[in-house]
């Protein structure tokens, strides 16, 4: 069993930062890609992020690209989300999930891929 847990979500202004961080507790942290997700009112989960297991793998939605960093620490079992230049679209709950011995290819992670959910953070971007 995997708990997930994040944090750093809050209200900023268009075009500034945040840093999301999630902690995992559990067994084998660096087996697990872990992913970043996020869900707007009335919309569906959709991927933004995921990082494979050693942290030389990532892959990130066109929407977010040049503008989001995913990273890891295996020592902390900690994973990041440094998010720049947001924008009011980017306003969601942020939700970190875990998917185990998962291999990050041309296609998107899936959301129902997915082993393990936090129960998300707060984006809000204001305009």
């Known amino acids: 069993q995997v708990q997930l847990v994040e944090s750093g979500g809050g209200l900023v202004q268009t075009g500034g930062s945040l840093r999301l961080s999630c902690a995992a507790s559990g067994r084998r942290f660096s087996s697990f890609t872990m992913n970043w997700f996020r869900q707007s009112p009335g919309k569906e989960r959709e991927f933004v992020a995921a990082i494979m297991f050693s942290g030389s793998t990532t892959s990130y939605a066109d929407s977010v690209k040049g503008r989001f960093t995913i990273s890891r620490d295996n020592t902390k079992n900690m994973v990041f989300l440094q998010m720049n230049r947001l924008k009011p679209e980017d306003t969601a709950v942020y939700y970190c999930?875990?998917?185990?011995?998962?291999?990050?290819?041309?296609?998107?992670?899936?959301?129902?891929?997915?082993?393990?959910w936090g129960k998300g953070t707060l984006v809000t971007v204001s305009s």
């Open positions: 999930a875990a998917a185990e011995g998962y291999y990050l290819d041309d296609d998107l992670p899936p959301a129902n891929g997915m082993d393990y």
